[in-house]
């Protein structure tokens, strides 16, 4: 935490799933705000976030509960960020600042710049954090801990709200990076939205082959398939959301991953061993290099196995 | 262990890698064997395996390490079977078990059995239990705990010698499971072959783009990424020869995922939330079921997190 960081004085968070009650649970550890108003959609995830005491208040309406805030942060689905704006618009304060943590963000600032007044500093963000849970009872502090926290600052750029804001990361454990929201669009495309997409496909066509049962899958899914069904249990409302929000970077990376594999499919039907092996070779390195990056762990299998005594001395997550 | 396990006199292990050397941890710490002996290729290898202390005896010549041995296991690479099977078979005691753990069944069948005398009984094997690293000091005597060792018997079936390597494959913590080799080969095409296909294939992508930063995808990999690049550094001759020899089988699968993921590219095209809502809706339960059946950790992010509190009582892998 950066010590000298001075707390706001009422954060409202719209949306108080995975990604809104980690933040919550970050704000109340680190003192970043004095007051913490929380807002959801449903009844049941409102009541659930106050029986776990996420925040000071608790609100149906966003709109009240960004009155007088100094900080919102959306934390609902890309596709709901419009909407949402435009329900607060007219409860937010002078001064303020907007945020949200949308994994797509071109899209975003088209969906919510049109309905913020002038007076308010609007400073997209998405933190580069999350697991394959939903819900408030999927958050922790931690989440973002070590993790990146990108910022797509927009016209007119407001170098003093983007700077508290970087603090406010900052004190959640995060780096925090500028980019262009359309450059976010197509890092996060490969590195994310992808993987997703070819996670989903897989397991779906695993669930559909007929010569082989589901209960096969299951068994000798320790073999590679398993790795698959962690992205592929993500939540389907906030992908779907993705999806069609990023589609042409998507679609583009897709195309080239589409192509590369047809080259695989020519060279395994071809018996060409030495193109298949220097395919599988170079592939190799990246994943040391994001292990000392510290974004991944260096232990067989994600470290699965029941640990044996040996591997204590070797470097963690 | 199976308590009344009557120890083999002389096990033989023709490659001493990942796979070699977690059986031969295994047969010392359940003393499955009175003596261990270790052949491996290179000089290198051999002398590791001897420091590591695996064994009882070491053989540069694999005809040696055979000899008087009541149970032979070759755990190289699929590719080199045939020609390590034509090597010992000379050796090889009258009413030895010839075994392999080759991740492709009927191919090793096929490339075996024509060189191995009718007084030998040959039972192909393949524990379904790995992890991505290779070499005698990536072993470890719990790999093989709480997973799957397949027999694909062949013909003339021989109960006793089946119920042998059953009966040491239980020792080392396996369940056992029989099918015939075209099954093997067809179920490990979608659960195994095709995923690590697709997780070099998507990390090659990643490597070649030009609008991303190779450092960019190391940084944000968080986001999903990871996950793939674990499969994706596995060992690529082991790996040539799994595609070079289970070739119908995995261009079969490969064909079907190819389908569904035209499917998923035209909704996303086409903004058909529903539809992708619907997909990714289908896939979460199989997770749900391999987590229940033992096979994977229920934590988030494959438990790498630095874990909160609240995990502590979560059920682990
Ligand atoms: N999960 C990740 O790994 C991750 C990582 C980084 C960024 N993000 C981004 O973070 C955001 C939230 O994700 P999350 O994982 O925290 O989601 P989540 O756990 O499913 O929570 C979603 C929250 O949004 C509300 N909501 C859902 N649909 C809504 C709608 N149509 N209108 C208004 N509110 C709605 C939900 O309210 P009710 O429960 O009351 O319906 C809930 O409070 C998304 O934009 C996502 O792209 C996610
Ligand atoms: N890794 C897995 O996850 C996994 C899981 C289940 C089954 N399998 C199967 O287990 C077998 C071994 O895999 P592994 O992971 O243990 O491999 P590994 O760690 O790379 O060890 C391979 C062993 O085979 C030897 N070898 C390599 N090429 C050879 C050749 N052309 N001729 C003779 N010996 C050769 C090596 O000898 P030198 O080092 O002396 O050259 C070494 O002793 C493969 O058939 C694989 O399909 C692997």
Chains 1, 2 share one sequence.
Request: glycine share 6%; charged share 25%; with cysteine.
């Amino acid at each position: 935490m950066t010590p000298a960081f001075e707390p706001f004085e009422k954060i409202a968070l719209i949306g108080i799933g995975l990604i809104g009650s980690s933040i919550a649970l970050n704000v109340r550890a680190h003192g970043l705000a004095r007051h913490i108003a929380i807002s959801s959609r449903s009844d049941g995830t409102l009541r659930r976030a106050e029986e776990l005491g996420l925040g000071d208040s608790y609100h149906g309406d966003a709109a009240e509960a960004v009155r007088d805030a100094d900080l919102v942060i959306l934390c609902v689905p890309v596709g709901a960020c419009g909407a949402v704006a435009e329900a607060i618009a007219p409860s937010l304060r002078a001064g303020a600042i907007v945020s949200d943590v949308g994994s797509v963000k071109a899209s975003i600032v088209s969906q919510m710049q049109p309905h913020l007044p002038d007076h308010v500093h609007f400073v997209p963000a998405h933190p580069i954090a999350g697991t394959e849970q939903s819900g408030p009872d999927a958050g922790f502090a931690e989440l973002f801990q070590n993790r990146w926290c990108i910022l797509t600052p927009v016209q007119p750029v407001d170098e003093a709200a983007i700077a508290r804001l970087r603090a406010f990361w900052e004190a959640c454990g995060s780096t925090v990076e500028e980019m262009t929201a359309e450059h976010h669009d197509r890092v996060l495309a490969i590195v994310s939205h992808l993987p997703h997409l070819i996670a989903y496909n897989i397991v779906g066509t695993a669930y559909d082959m007929e010569e082989v049962t589901q209960s096969e899958v299951v068994k000798y899914s320790a073999s590679g398939f398993r790795d698959f069904t962690r992205l592929a249990s993500s939540d389907p409302t906030m992908w779907r959301d993705v999806f069609l929000n990023n589609r042409d970077a998507t679609l583009e990376v897709l195309a080239r991953f589409s192509e590369d594999l047809s080259v695989l499919q020519r060279a395994i039907r071809d018996g060409k061993g030495e193109q298949l092996f220097d395919t599988f070779t170079k592939t190799r390195a990246i994943r040391r290099e994001i292990i000392e990056a510290g974004q991944e762990t260096a232990k067989p299998n994600f470290g699965r196995n029941k640990p044996p005594k040996k591997w204590d001395d070797e470097s963690a997550s």
